[in-house]
């Protein structure tokens, strides 16, 4: 069978990782996490003291870093230079950091070329903010996932709760809303639904309901 590019776009916490990571499972395909991307070297701008403002100089130090994506037991591992910074990445600094690295031109140009080359051979899922509109433009698949605010916020609340880490769910909105915003609100690669994307409202969807209506769409296109 003929191996696709699956674009999954969406705001914050929609859901998209979650579905994407079943999706690819499914299909055997390579799954590219693009937000952790951004992740990573926000993460890197913040040890080092980069002003996160300085599209130039975050530019200088994502030219000397390495950002390796590789499938782990528990999902996608990402590995910073060689280090294994998968949960350091997930931190509130970088969450509430990390719109503010991804705004700059520069920097999106240089994420878009290394997104582009992991998806250069088909056989992907990609999720992100700008994947049907600019990374995978070509893409067989896109899908463009919501839900409201207050279920993303429910659902995180209680990922984190699971995960041990208590944390305030009006915090939560507001921060999930910001993030939004900024990233709706950029001048480059804003988070839009390309026109050719399929709109799935998770709100009230179970996770296995939107991981088959992507399937779906994938065994139709293919
Ligand atoms: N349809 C759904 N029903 C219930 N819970 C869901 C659904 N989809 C995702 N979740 C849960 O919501 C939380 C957020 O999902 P996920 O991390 O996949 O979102 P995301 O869009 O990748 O977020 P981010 O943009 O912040 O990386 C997870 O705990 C996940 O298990
Ligand atoms: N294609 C993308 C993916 C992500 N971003 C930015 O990274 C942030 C973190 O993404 P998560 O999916 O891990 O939440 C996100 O808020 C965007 O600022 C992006 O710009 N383009």
């Known amino acids: 069978m003929k191996k696709i590019s699956i674009a999954i776009d969406g705001p914050a916490a929609a859901g998209k990782s979650t579905?994407?990571?079943?999706?690819?499972?499914?299909?055997s395909y390579i799954y590219i996490d693009t937000g952790a991307m951004y992740r990573a070297l926000t993460y890197k701008a913040i040890q080092n003291h980069v002003n996160l403002e300085n599209e130039q100089e975050l530019l200088a130090v994502l030219q000397k870093t390495s950002i390796e994506l590789m499938p782990g037991e528990e999902g996608q591992i990402i590995i910073l230079d060689g280090e294994n910074?998968?949960?350091?990445i997930r931190s509130a600094q970088v969450t509430n950091s990390v719109s503010a690295v991804a705004k700059h031109r520069a920097i999106r140009a240089e994420m878009v070329a290394r997104q582009q080359e992991f998806g250069a051979e088909g056989g992907v899922v990609m999720d992100g903010r700008d994947i049907g509109t600019h990374v995978l433009p070509n893409a067989e698949v896109k899908v463009f996932l919501l839900a409201s605010v207050d279920e993303r916020a429910?659902?995180?609340?209680a990922e984190n709760q699971?995960?041990?880490?208590?944390?305030?769910?009006?915090q939560l909105k507001k921060e999930i809303a910001t993030r939004d915003k900024l990233d709706s609100e950029r001048e480059v690669a804003p988070l839009r639904k390309a026109e050719d994307a399929e709109e799935i409202d998770t709100t009230s969807m179970s996770i296995g309901e939107?991981?088959?209506?992507?399937?779906?769409?994938?065994?139709?296109?293919?």
């Open 19 to 27: 579905v994407a990571k079943i999706v690819a499972e499914k299909l």
């Open 85 to 88: 910074v998968t949960n350091d």
């Open 154 to 157: 429910a659902r995180r609340h």
């Open 162 to 170: 699971s995960k041990g880490f208590p944390t305030d769910l009006e």
């Open 210 to 222: 939107v991981a088959d209506r992507i399937l779906a769409l994938a065994a139709e296109r293919n």
